[in-house]
């Protein structure tokens, strides 16, 4: 998604905000803060939301902290990053969007480079680099001096020096029962745990911590039950029966 944003800076998203998000409020603060300390040496520290498994929601809070934070930036750049192929796509959209007179470069190169020298030259931008697992491939897509902030999402451990890497946990069960009651539809976006019964509550902590805590597993599941209006009880018993 492309387009302007309300106060007239220009942003790339993936996908529009997530309304079920919950949680990870010391992580995005923690990312914040991390960030904005190159504002004081002239130089920013990239960072990497760094999760060894899927659907852990790496991914969704880089979402989040480019809504939450939108308004500290010029532009937000968004770019998938899971082979060269996805980085070449993604950085042709970015010098379309920059207007970059590179843009319809037949060689792809002359485009990646005219971009990577934007990113060089100008401030107040954040680059999302998302499922950046292969971080080999990075240095042909990134300037040796970052005039922005880069942020990544990635499987890899071994940062190699290029980001300082965060580590992202599976969601505790009160926090992952929240969010899986309001994806159901069992609960309003503004109600809390203790707007349901003891019992309906256990249940939802159970299929959490049998779900591995895993926030796209729960939302997969509480689209479920909004979409066939299948009760807890009934889904767990379904769930220990195939899983």
Do not use: C
């Not at 309300?6 to 010391?26: C, K, L, M």
């Not at 960072?47 to 659907?55: D, N, T």
């Not at 069960?173 to 976006?189: I, S, V």
């Amino acid at each position: 998604m492309a387009g302007p944003s309300p106060n007239g800076r220009i942003e790339i998203q993936p996908d529009p905000q997530n309304s079920f998000f919950i949680g990870r409020d010391d992580l995005l603060a923690r990312l914040h803060t991390q960030l904005q300390a190159g504002r004081t040496t002239a130089l920013s520290q990239p960072q990497a939301v760094g999760g060894l498994g899927g659907g852990i929601g790496k991914t969704q809070i880089a979402v989040e902290y480019a809504y939450r934070y939108h308004q500290e930036y010029e532009i937000v750049l968004w770019a998938r990053a899971e082979n060269e192929e996805t980085l070449i796509s993604s950085y042709s959209t970015i010098a379309e969007l920059l207007n970059l007179p590179e843009r319809a470069a037949q060689k792809q190169d002359v485009t990646i480079q005219a971009v990577k020298a934007w990113l060089q030259k100008h401030g107040k931008w954040l680059l999302i680099l998302d499922n950046a697992d292969n971080l080999d491939l990075l240095p042909s897509f990134l300037p040796p001096v970052l005039g922005g902030h880069l942020l990544l999402t990635t499987r890899a451990w071994d940062m190699q020096r290029l980001a300082q890497r965060i580590e992202v946990e599976t969601l505790p069960k009160e926090q992952g029962a929240l969010f899986l009651l309001r994806r159901a539809g069992l609960l309003t976006a503004d109600a809390s745990l203790e707007a349901v019964v003891p019992e309906e509550r256990t249940r939802a902590m159970q299929l959490v911590q049998e779900m591995g805590g895993l926030p796209l597993a729960l939302d997969q599941a509480g689209a479920y039950l909004d979409a066939i209006g299948m009760s807890l009880e009934q889904y767990q018993s379904v769930y220990q029966t195939h899983r």
